[in-house]
C-alpha cells in the first residue's frame, strides 16, 4: 500500500516506521504549507493518507484528500467542532474519512468500560466524576480529545451531568476535566468517581506511541474500498482484521 503521511512529528515518524515494518511505502511526507504548495499535487499517487498535524492544519488537510478523491486516517485532534460539518460533506461528496482520538486498542477499550461505569454509577449522587488527563508538553489541544469522548460518554450515559469544562467545578451538573502537560507523557487518562467514603477510579495509561501508531496504519490497511465516515469501533468490530 502507498502512503501520504501528513504531519510528521513524532507520531508521523513512528508511523513511518511501523508502516514499512508491515510492507507499505511511503510516497509522500507533507508537514509544512510549503510542501503542499510544492508537493500537494502527488497526493494522486497514494493509496491513502495518515493524518497527524496539527489543529491549524487538519481540516484544510482532510479536504485536500477529500478533493483528491483520497481515503484520509487521522488522529488530530482540536476540530471537534468542525466533524459534524465534515461528515456531512464527506458524505454528500462521497469520500473516505476515518477518525479516532485514539488509535489504542487498550484506549477504545477503556471506551467501554467508561460508559458501563457511567450507566453502573448512574443513581449514586454521592459520588462526584472528574477526569484528569496529562500529556507532553508538545500537544497543542487541551482537553485532549480521548478526554472529550470519555466526558461526552458519561454525559450521555449519566443523568447527573449536563456538560464538561476544562476547569476544576462547582456546578454540580458540570463535569470537570484537568488537563496536565509534562514532559515525556504520550498519554494517560483517569475517570474518578469520588465520595466522602470512597473513591472508585478506572485509569489508562500508555507506555508508549507505539500502539496508537499501530491502530492508525491498522486502519488505513482496512479503509480502501470503503466510503463514508468511520471510527476505531467499525475497524474493531470488522471480521476482516488482519495481521494484529
Known sequence: MKIALLGYGKMGQEIEKLAIKRGHVIVLVINHLE??????HR??????????????SIVDNIYHCFDAGLPIVTGTTGWHEENEKIQQ??????????YSPNFSVGVNLFF???RYLARLMSRWGDYEI?????????????????AIVLA????RNSERKEKWVNEPVENPEELSIKSYRTENVPGTHQVKYESEDDSISILHSAKSRKGFALGAV??????????GYFEM????????????
Open 233 to 244: 469501533k467499525d475497524l474493531l468490530s470488522s471480521e476482516k482484521i488482519t495481521n494484529w
Open 152 to 155: 461526552n460518554d458519561i454525559i
Open 112 to 114: 467501554e468500560l467508561n
Open 130 to 146: 472528574s477526569i484528569e488527563e496529562t500529556h507532553h508538553i508538545h500537544k497543542q489541544d487541551a482537553p485532549s480529545g480521548t
Open 89 to 98: 460533506d464527506c458524505a454528500e461528496r462521497n469520500q473516505t474519512l476515518f
Open 35 to 40: 510542501d503542499w504548495e510544492r508537493d500537494g
Open 218 to 227: 491498522m486502519a488505513a490497511e482496512w479503509l480502501p474500498g470503503r466510503k
Open 43 to 56: 497526493l494522486n499517487e497514494a493509496d491513502v493518507a495518515i493524518d497527524f498535524s496539527t489543529p491549524d
